[in-house]
T-cell receptor, first 113, second 114 residues
Framework: QKEVEQDPGPLSVPEGAIVSLNCTYS??????FMWYRQYSRKGPELLMY????GNKEDGRFTAQVDKSSKYISLFIRDSQPSDSATYLC?????????????FGKGTKLTVNP | NAGVTQTPKFQVLKTGQSMTLQCAQD?????MYWYRQDPGMGLRLIYY???????DKGEVPNGYNVSRLNKREFSLRLESAAPSQTSVYFC?????????????FGSGTQLSVL
């Protein structure tokens, strides 16, 4: 079983739709959970970051973590064409003087005007 | 601010050729990283440098060498390129290693090895 599983999509939605992006992970030791956004031909940029189970909201974006089921979600409300990008989940942990940060494969999202 | 700058943006090599990918950051970060991104594989860490003067292997170091030239610059060298090294390479930096701070990525180098 891969450490992080992410449906690569592609996902195509109309403008204004609610988008749900998901990842599952197998390593219960992961301590923090990041979402990176990557526009075409660009490097990833951090979008959301959370430590614990529960929800974290930032504008139209909500990151949700359920550690009991090892499930990570990113919700986008009122999606805009500018949200068209690839979204990478990235759980991580710090242990014994080293870090492990594992990126999902990414889900490609297109928001159509 | 430029952030993380990578050169070149595109490169085509023949099998067996060598080349160096350059990376520089202007944010006074201590830690720098090289990742590769392949379709269906996600981002994988090749090498990293926690601080000036130190380098360590990541998940996929075989076929690569790195040099932390100074605090700003971290280069990745392919001594004898192979088709399996066709990928998009990203350099990243952050203030300190072993923290959960965000990574700042460059725009990538698209490398094709024929």
């Amino acid at each position: 079983q891969k450490e992080v599983e992410q449906d690569p999509g592609p996902l195509s939605v109309p403008e204004g739709a609610i988008v749900s992006l998901n990842c599952t992970y197998s390593n219960s030791a992961f301590q923090y959970f990041m979402w990176y956004r990557q526009y075409s031909r660009k490097g990833p940029e951090l979008l959301m970051y959370t430590y614990s189970s529960g929800n974290k909201e930032d504008g139209r974006f909500t990151a949700q973590v359920d550690k009991s089921s090892k499930y990570i979600s990113l919700f986008i409300r009122d999606s805009q064409p500018s949200d068209s990008a690839t979204y990478l989940c990235a759980p991580g942990l710090l242990q014994g003087g080293s870090e492990k940060l594992v990126f999902g494969k990414g889900t490609k999202l297109t928001v159509n005007p | 601010n430029a952030g993380v700058t990578q050169t070149p943006k595109f490169q085509v090599l023949k099998t067996g050729q060598s080349m160096t990918l350059q990376c520089a950051q202007d944010m006074n970060h201590n830690s720098m990283y090289w990742y590769r991104q392949d379709p269906g594989m996600g981002l994988r860490l090749i090498y990293y440098s926690a601080s000036e003067g130190t380098t360590d292997k990541g998940e996929v170091p075989n076929g690569y060498n790195v040099s932390r030239l100074n605090k700003r610059e971290f280069s990745l060298r392919l001594e004898s390129a192979a088709p399996s090294q066709t990928s998009v390479y990203f350099c990243a930096s952050r203030k300190e290693d072993l923290t959960n701070e965000k990574l700042f990525f460059g725009s990538g180098t698209q490398l094709s090895v024929l």
